[in-house]
């Protein structure tokens, strides 16, 4: 299974993007997945992540502003971000881990710049 980003983009303070994450194959099996970011300069941090039972975890930096979502019907991952601040400029990565056989993927990063 390969996953592919996209949905990153130039965007206004305030404004939403939608970043998606299709899988090349099905999602069902994975445990966790999620999303992850890099900002210039730093390190990768967790944004968000949803469980198979779509139990669902935010870093307090997006809570109330990004929200996780997977459809196993079309292999994707999407995270929704609204509100979004300068400090959300990174390149947004997209992740799958599956415990059996110790499956860890990423996709290859969607870059999203936010403008003051």
């Known amino acids: 299974v390969q996953l592919q980003a996209s949905g990153g983009g130039l965007v206004q303070a305030g404004g939403s993007l939608r970043l998606s994450c299709a899988a090349s194959g099905n999602i069902f099996t994975f445990n966790v997945m999620g999303w992850y970011r890099r900002a210039p300069g730093k390190e990768r941090e967790l944004v968000a992540t949803?469980?198979?039972?779509?139990?669902?975890n935010y870093a307090d930096s997006v809570k109330g502003r990004f929200t996780i979502s997977r459809d196993h019907a079309k292999s994707t991952l999407y995270l929704q971000m609204d509100s979004l601040k300068p400090e959300d400029t990174a390149v947004y990565y997209c992740?799958?881990?599956?415990?059996?056989?110790?499956?860890?993927?990423w996709g290859q990063g969607t870059e999203v710049t936010v403008s003051s």
């Open positions: 949803i469980t198979s039972d779509s139990i669902t």
């Open positions: 992740n799958a881990f599956r415990r059996l056989w110790n499956v860890n993927l």
